[in-house]
């Protein structure tokens, strides 16, 4: 990751109830729902892009296995069906879009707080980042994400 410098804070019950945001994640505490605290962090558009990346290239950066192509095959694989006409269901970490009888991967996205997502399609040999300012206040919603997508994919030039 080029931008991530580990820089975090702790939030909830041991410290308060705020932290920096200019820090790269924080630890936040709900001893009602966990007894081990949460790790939630920010990832810039270009890690996201980069952590695309190394999975569309089954975990392999610069000839060299980072991540175990098995483990990239069983993380994008599709465990639960949550829409069986579109073939979306859960991954690993994942939501995937199963493949049909013409593509040759599953691809695959993480969405993050605010509608932020990263997108993986290794059919169309296509990555997308999308990420919404969620420190401060902001209109976008759902309906603009999808429109977003929609426009995105209308995009693709025929082959």
Same mark, same amino acid.
Request: glycine share 8%; with cysteine.
């Given at each position: 990751?080029?931008?991530?410098?580990?820089?975090?804070?702790?939030?909830?019950?041991?410290?308060?109830? *705020?932290?920096? *945001?200019?820090?790269?994640?924080?630890?936040?505490? +709900?001893?009602?729902? %966990?007894?081990? $605290?949460?790790?939630?962090?920010?990832?810039?558009?270009?890690?996201?892009?980069?952590?695309?990346?190394?999975?569309?290239?089954?975990? %392999? =950066?610069?000839?060299?296995?980072?991540? $175990?192509? #098995? =483990?990239?095959?069983? %993380?994008?694989?599709?465990?639960?069906?949550? /829409?069986? +006409?579109?073939?979306? %269901?859960?991954?690993?970490? =994942?939501?995937?879009?199963?493949?049909?009888?013409?593509?040759?991967?599953? *691809?695959?996205?993480?969405?993050?707080?605010?509608?932020?997502?990263?997108?993986?399609?290794?059919?169309?040999?296509?990555? !997308?980042?999308?990420?919404?300012?969620? +420190?401060?206040? /902001?209109?976008?919603? #759902?309906?603009?994400?999808?429109?977003?997508?929609?426009?995105? !994919?209308?995009? #693709?030039? +025929?082959?």
């Amino acid at each position: 990751m080029k931008d991530y410098k580990g820089r975090y804070y702790t939030v909830g019950e041991k410290s308060g109830d *705020s932290y920096l *945001s200019d820090g790269d994640g924080y630890y936040k505490y +709900e001893k009602t729902l %966990s007894k081990y $605290p949460a790790y939630h962090f920010r990832m810039s558009a270009r890690d996201l892009i980069l952590y695309g990346q190394l999975y569309m290239n089954y975990g %392999s =950066w610069d000839g060299n296995q980072i991540v $175990p192509k #098995e =483990w990239i095959d069983v %993380s994008t694989k599709p465990y639960s069906m949550i /829409n069986p +006409e579109i073939g979306l %269901s859960r991954g690993m970490l =994942w939501t995937v879009i199963a493949h049909n009888d013409d593509t040759i991967r599953n *691809s695959f996205f993480h969405t993050g707080a605010g509608m932020n997502c990263l997108g993986v399609y290794p059919n169309k040999d296509m990555l !997308f980042v999308h990420r919404v300012d969620t +420190e401060n206040q /902001n209109n976008y919603n #759902e309906g603009d994400f999808f429109k977003m997508l929609d426009l995105l !994919f209308d995009s #693709e030039i +025929e082959k």
